[in-house]
């Protein structure tokens, strides 16, 4: 194999779409105010004590104006359509233009954790309600998890690689990683790199809460008549996760290509670890989160000091916050008290596959305004009372570094470090 190209990766774009709104421009200033995206699901019946989510507002594909009636009846898996708006919504984002030039140059890496799962739901009711011969012959296409992607490229025109990273929650993080990988060695000079999930499916919902991930929302909890409190992580009365939909596509290109196409870069992919934990299907690890987050700072070639900020996974669960923090002290030391640490996931929920990009995102987008966004809903834990949580309001800090950590179901972690530019 030929030798790598060693070219530094920077991000030139991005778009994303959460419960706070269906695009970085409705969701942003939602964000840096503080909100929360929360409600109880419109979309299915489920358990009155599972019912809080974070559900994309104002998403309609037939007002895109891009897709026909015959398209959205044959792709009816969401994550289809919301990863081709991404992409196209990402490229115009970084001014990034498909043609004969940089179509073969570019490829697409979007993960999802759940894929076409509301797909195969329709068709198990087609299947019961009006006999085999209703099942859609699409319904394959649909659960491929590399055809958002590949459809992508229909519309958009590139034909570069494309497949979907399955790292469960931390698929953000490796499409980003392996696409910088990729830029770096010389396979391609432009990415498309993220996650999207469309997961609000009733046995989805019940699924998680039966297994005790997500919140149980009852009377007496202060979520109960006000779903926005449901995420708290880090908070001393954190009970679960919020399950939500959403998406994120980041733009990466290399730096010879950043010049020629003269594209403004955003902040650039400076190191990334990844590591896997061999210890339980979803209770996180502590050494080998250590380790992912060595990986990546030392892949940066910085120190720990190095850092001003850090993105966390924080999901909102007693043990995997608790886990996390532990890792982080491990790894910083005392420097971790003046690092600020939050959570995304507070204000948008968890996305499974997309939360890593979604983050990475707002973070690059914070990390140029100045500011950090909050920990929201914020009640303090005495256990995490040494850690800058920026609680319930964005601060100003301005930052060049930060360390964006994603970890997922079947013990996978990956970690990655952005520097400003």
Not at 376 to 388: G, L, Q, R, T
Request: glycine content about 10%; charged content about 20%.
């Amino acid at each position: 194999m030929k030798a790598p190209l060693n070219r530094k990766v920077y991000v030139v774009g991005y778009d994303i779409a959460t419960a706070l709104g269906s695009s970085l421009a409705a969701t942003w200033p939602r964000a840096v105010r503080g909100e929360a995206g929360f409600c109880r699901v419109t979309r299915c019946q489920t358990s009155s004590r599972s019912n809080v989510v974070g559900e994309l507002p104002d998403w309609d594909p037939a007002a895109l104006g891009y897709f026909d009636r015959k398209e959205q009846y044959n792709w009816n898996a969401d994550y289809v359509f919301l990863t081709m708006t991404l992409c196209i919504r990402a490229l115009v984002h970084a001014g990034l233009t498909m043609d004969a030039q940089t179509g073969p140059r570019t490829a697409c890496l979007v993960g999802s954790a759940l894929n076409g799962s509301d797909a195969l739901r329709i068709a198990f009711e087609n299947y019961t309600t009006k006999g085999p011969l209703k099942v859609s012959p699409y319904l394959l296409p649909n659960l491929c998890a590399n055809l958002p992607a590949g459809k992508a490229g229909m519309q958009l025109g590139f034909t570069g690689p494309i497949f979907s990273p399955q790292g469960a929650c931390a698929s953000g993080n490796h499409a980003i990683g392996i696409g910088a990988r990729m830029i770096r060695d010389g396979d391609c000079d432009f990415v498309l790199a993220g996650g999207v999930e469309t997961c609000l499916i009733p046995e989805i919902i019940q699924g998680f809460a039966n297994m005790w991930a997500t919140i149980k929302v009852e009377p007496g909890d202060r979520a109960f008549s006000d779903p926005t409190q449901a995420s708290r992580p880090f908070s001393i009365d954190r009970r679960g996760i919020v399950l939500a939909e959403g998406g994120g596509v980041i733009v990466l290109a290399s730096e010879d290509q950043v010049v020629k196409h003269h594209l403004t870069p955003r902040a650039e992919v400076l190191g990334v670890g990844w590591t896997s934990d061999a210890h339980h299907f979803t209770l996180p690890n502590r050494g080998t989160i250590v380790q992912a987050i060595g990986q990546a700072i030392e892949d940066a070639e910085l120190r720990p000091e190095d850092i001003e900020y850090i993105n966390a996974h924080g999901t909102s669960t007693s043990k995997g916050d608790k886990v996390e923090i532990e890792s982080l002290r491990e790894v910083f030391g005392a420097d971790l008290a003046r690092i600020p640490v939050s959570s995304n996931k507070s204000q948008i929920g968890h996305t499974l596959g997309a939360a890593a990009a979604i983050e990475a995102a707002l973070s690059i987008e914070a990390m140029h305004q100045g500011i950090v966004l909050p920990t929201v809903n914020h009640i303090p834990d005495p256990d995490f009372a040494d850690i800058d949580l920026v609680p319930n309001q964005a601060r100003r800090h301005p930052h060049r570094v930060f360390l964006s950590n994603a970890f997922g179901f079947g013990g996978t972690n990956c970690c990655v470090v952005f520097r400003g530019v």
